[in-house]
């Protein structure tokens, strides 16, 4: 496992107000889907996500959108 690497991720959509939930994209080229969902692996972005934002994540072997549901201590995404 690699882990999160911020320069695969990118904004791809943004409220002006950050009331609209952003939509980020990121794609890992070292980690499976099954790793990029599990909890904590976006914790060093955690700061700039809110829950609803909504993430397009491309892993290795699979893609899929996902909805951020926690930013408390783990951040933490379900799939839609």
Request: proline fraction near 1%; avoid cysteine; charged fraction near 15%.
């Amino acid at each position: 496992m690699a882990g999160f690497d911020r320069k695969y991720l990118a904004l791809s959509s943004s409220g002006f107000s950050r009331k609209a939930p952003q939509i980020i994209t990121y794609r890992s080229t070292t980690d499976l889907i099954a790793t990029i969902i599990t909890s904590a692996y976006f914790n060093d972005f955690i700061n700039e996500l809110d829950v609803n934002d909504l993430m397009w994540l491309v892993g290795t072997d699979a893609s899929g959108l996902y909805k951020v549901t926690s930013v408390t201590t783990n951040v933490t995404v379900a799939a839609i």
